[in-house]
């Protein structure tokens, strides 16, 4: 085991945002967090992170509390890319790159040789080494996506949590970067909105509604047409091109009623 919730519940001016939400992330496998807007996916991805703790319940890394863990220790092992990230210092990119090394080292210390390996190697897996010396400010909304993501790669994590990462990416974008993510054989939990990406790489999804579990389990188990049309409000037609192929999703339009 590495990182998991434990009927953990989050309330947020008087509203409960995640109502006794149970989530294993297995070593080495990619889950994907779906549900629609409000349904609580930032909320519990900055929970199994430690940004913000749980009113009940424990989220535990490799089966100790998180919050008997010191931040840095638990900063070297697990990273995150939030939605949207913005600066107003002038920094280039491979500046940003280089906040990933903070953990791994100690305080006024300059950047060592091996920092630096971890920087040029995350700028060439995104394929931004030829903007390492471009100011952030100058980026696309894609490739400051990208440059966060080669910023959570410096800090060789062993557990990723990913926040929407798809979000300002075009589809060619959106597939390479999901190819990369599942490619680093860690621990990675991925908040996402299109529901045939998670089918395509996730290899276990956990379905939230209004702040609680409705299902979780492998993308054919869960990704249903009846449950989409309850969580979603849409009809969707499911194909799977082979008896082992992940589902296929086509949406068909929308119903007349949703989760009550």
């Known amino acids: ?58 989220v535990r890394l490799d089966g100790d509390p998180l919050h008997d863990l010191r931040r840095r ?44 390996e971890a920087v040029r190697n995350a700028l060439h897996r995104t394929g931004l080494t030829d903007r390492a010396d471009q100011p952030w400010h100058t980026l696309s909304g894609g490739e400051r996506q990208r440059a966060q993501i080669a910023r959570a790669l410096a800090q060789e994590p062993r557990e990723l949590l990913l926040d929407e990462p798809t979000n300002h990416l075009d589809i060619q974008h959106q597939l390479e970067l999901l190819d990369l993510v599942t490619s680093l054989r860690i621990t990675t939990v991925v908040a996402l909105h299109d529901l045939n990406l998670a089918a395509m790489y996730c290899d276990t999804i956990v379905m939230l509604a209004e702040g609680r579990v409705v299902a979780a389990g492998a993308p054919r188990e869960v990704l249903t047409a009846p449950l989409i049309a309850e969580v979603y409000g849409v009809r969707v037609e499911i194909s799977h091109p082979t008896a082992d192929a992940r589902p296929h999703l086509r949406v068909l339009g929308t119903v007349a009623t949703r989760r009550a």
């Open 1 to 58: 085991m590495t990182l998991s919730a434990d009927r953990v519940t989050r309330t947020a001016a008087g509203r409960l945002i995640l109502d006794g939400v149970t989530l294993t992330a297995e070593p080495g496998t990619t889950t994907g967090l779906l549900g629609p807007n409000g349904s609580g996916k930032s909320t519990l991805l900055r929970l199994l992170c430690g940004v913000l703790a749980p009113a009940s319940g424990v």
């Open 73 to 116: 220790d638990v900063a070297r092992r697990v990273a995150v890319v939030e939605q949207q990230a913005d600066t107003l210092v002038e920094l280039g990119v491979a500046d940003v790159v280089r906040l990933g090394r903070i953990p791994h080292r100690r305080a006024w210390s300059p950047a060592s040789a091996a920092d630096e």
